[in-house]
């Protein structure tokens, strides 16, 4: 009989919730924009990286992400959803939400971010300062106020 395979959660817990590369960090804005309005932001990281860092950590064959529809509006958008994170036989769970631009897929997508959350990845955005910038002519952020967020987030990289 084979030995049985030791899982180091401590390592692969570090491992993910490791920080993000600053270029790899997306902004959003919080609420309502528009040209020249004070807009508070919002850091978050792509379902891609959320996707790739698990794969990384325990591999492809190490994880799975499986979903529910929960409520589904009258044009088949899946509105919001229950999603189960499977990582080396551990499932974690969390529900997410529609999108404004594409609601299955942000639901699906939103869903999966919020189920790595509960394993580290990417929780420390959410204890990021508050970020707030006004917008240019056309209400999207200007691109020396990403720069400069981007160069925060890799001073606290050196740092930490």
Known sequence: MGEIEQVDWRAIGAALAAPFAPEAVEWRIQGKGGAGARAQLVAYISARDVAQRLDDVVTPGGWSFDWTPLHVDAAGNVQTA??????????????????????????????????????????YLYGLPVVWVTLDAHGRIPDAALDKLRAGLQRRMVAA
């Open 82 to 123: 229950r999603g189960s994170l499977t990582l080396l036989g551990v499932a974690k769970a969390d529900i997410g939400t529609a999108s404004t631009f594409e609601p299955s897929k942000g639901c699906v997508s939103d869903c999966l971010k919020r189920c790595a959350v509960l394993w580290g990845i990417g929780r």
